[in-house]
């Protein structure tokens, strides 16, 4: 009994200490800087193969880095792959993780384990700066711009934030930092209603002549900064985004919160507004591409993330520091303004190789750029290994020697060794989520029968739909044009059924 009593408690000491020597930082937590690009993709890289536009800072990342040529979004659209990155549950699982206007209520459960809690719970400093696109508050429709808005971020696990609501193109167009909106005056309360114009508001339809960008799609509600928006807001005036300097005002954010924690572990969760649309970025970024302004929302996004690196380097904690860097869906060329995107993309291939871009269920919707670097700890280079952003829970809550809530994360797998590069596998599958669902199998990939259109018309994407079920092999075929599914119905079979099983919550 003494002897069995001794042999659990070596037994336990020996695990503890394995467990926090398996990627050898027994003494320290590296810092976590998560750099979530928007809309950027597989091509718009220069590592990944761009050459009409320069990337150098990405690049740095990638070369002192593993550049990862499977790594993926959850989804096609940014608010369910900010979903399941956060939470570590598949968005398709839960209704109305689509894309959200900016008055919808938060869809993350105050009190919910995510990225955020995971880390901070292993105590770290937390922050988010930029994109949110989750929701705020309880009800909605009926967030109050002018009070407390609550809960956000800092309710699911963030110690500091300082985000937008959505997306650049949705209302309200003002920075929220903690609870409430920067820089409002209390004499001129916002509204916001994503139904109709409040009396007399000129609009993105009655004063189109006066848009500095115009629409092609969408976008011709409440117009702010001469750019026409999704949905209706009045008052905040003296509280609006500027377009031009919102790369500015999110990154220097960004840096003040890695001065403010350098003596701390810290995670920054920084998700630029480049590349979506509008595509405004500071005038002297003008003319840096000759693609226009998403070619040049290119070398802003590269800009911001030199200007992370950089500070970090002065800091000195580039050592100590793991860098992410990854997109929450592919790329689209035009996505509602008249931008010369479409124009002037000249030979430029956002998707890289791959077919379709975001909203498609081809390759294209979700596999990104996904970087990982952690000088001195992990070999550069470049990894096949399968991954998704939806492991990064289960992967942070393995690395700081977290048991993972089960209940919670439930799509959630451990990739930490890949993403470290201590082993070239990840994943043995991918779901790929656009409406309906796709799923990845080493080299297979597969396509669930649908209906859907098969063509954006709006955006001009191959979207993946199509009646008949699809089957590709993306070792010889990445661009997934010639479809075998007839040639391999075992597979198909196989395919489906396991791709059912997800679905159902039976297999992972
Ligand atoms: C679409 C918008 C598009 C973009 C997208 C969300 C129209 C016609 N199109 O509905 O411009 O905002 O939603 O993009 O309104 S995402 O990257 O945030 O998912
Ligand atoms: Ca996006």
Redesign the pocket.
């Known amino acids: 009994m003494k002897n069995l009593k001794l042999l659990s408690f070596i037994f336990i000491i020996l695990f503890a200490v394995s467990g926090t020597q398996v990627y050898g930082q027994t003494t320290s937590r590296p810092n976590i800087v998560l750099i979530y690009a928007?809309?950027i993709g597989y091509g718009d890289i220069g590592a990944y193969g761009a050459s009409a536009v320069r990337t150098p800072n990405v690049d740095r990342l990638a070369k002192e880095g593993i550049r990862f040529t499977s790594g993926y979004s959850s989804s096609a659209?940014?608010?369910p792959s900010r979903y399941s990155m956060l939470t570590g549950q598949y968005a398709f699982r839960k209704r109305g993780t689509g894309?959200l206007p900016g008055d919808a209520a938060m869809i993350i459960e105050p009190g919910r384990m995510t990225l955020a809690s995971i880390l901070r719970q292993a105590g770290y400093v937390t922050g988010v700066v930029g994109k949110w696109?989750l929701g705020l508050g309880e009800t909605e429709r009926r967030i109050n711009w002018n009070g407390e808005i609550k809960p956000g971020p800092l309710e699911i696990g963030f110690d500091y934030s300082f985000i937008m609501a959505?997306?650049g193109?949705?209302v309200p167009t003002v920075y929220v930092e903690g609870h409430r909106v920067v820089g409002l005056e209390p004499g001129d309360p916002i509204q916001v209603d994503y139904k109709q114009p409040f009396p007399g508001q000129k609009t993105g339809i009655t004063h189109r002549g006066e848009l500095k960008m115009d629409w092609s799609?969408?976008?011709n509600n409440s117009i702010v900064n001469g750019i026409g928006r999704?949905g209706f807001m009045t008052g905040g005036n003296s509280a609006l985004w500027i377009d031009e300097d919102m790369a500015d005002v999110f990154t220097k954010k960004a840096l003040s919160f890695i001065e403010d924690q350098k003596d701390k572990p810290f995670f920054l969760y920084f998700a630029t507004h480049d590349i979506?649309?509008p595509r405004v970025p500071h005038p002297r970024f003008k003319g840096q591409t000759t693609m226009g302004p998403r070619g040049d929302a290119i070398v802003q996004f590269d800009w911001s993330v030199g200007e992370i690196l950089d500070t970090l380097d002065r800091l000195n904690l580039t050592r100590n520091t793991i860098v992410i860097l990854t997109s929450?869906?592919g790329p689209v060329i035009d996505?509602?303004y008249k931008d010369d995107a479409v124009e002037k993309l000249g030979n430029h291939r956002p998707s890289g190789p791959f077919r379709g871009g975001?909203y498609s269920k081809f390759e294209a919707g979700t596999r990104v750029p996904w970087i990982v670097r952690w000088p001195g700890r992990v070999k550069p280079g470049r990894s096949d290994a399968l991954i998704s952003q939806v492991d990064l829970p289960a992967s942070f809550a393995s690395f700081t020697g977290q048991a993972l809530d089960r209940q919670q994360a439930t799509d959630s797998t451990d990739v930490m060794p890949a993403l470290l590069g201590r082993t070239k596998h990840g994943r043995d599958h991918i779901v790929e989520h656009a409406g309906t669902l796709a799923l990845r199998i080493g080299k297979w990939k597969y396509i669930d029968p649908n209906n859907g259109q098969k063509m954006s018309i709006?955006t001009n994407t191959e979207l993946g739909n199509d009646p008949q079920s699809q089957l590709y092999d993306l070792s010889r075929d990445p661009g997934e044009k010639i479809n075998l599914a007839a040639r391999y119905p075992d597979r198909v079979r196989a395919m489906k059924q396991r791709l059912d099983q997800i679905k159902d919550g039976l297999a992972k």
């Open positions: 928007d809309d659209t940014c608010t894309v696109h959505a997306t193109d949705r799609h969408g976008h999704i979506h649309v929450d869906n996505d509602g975001k709006q």
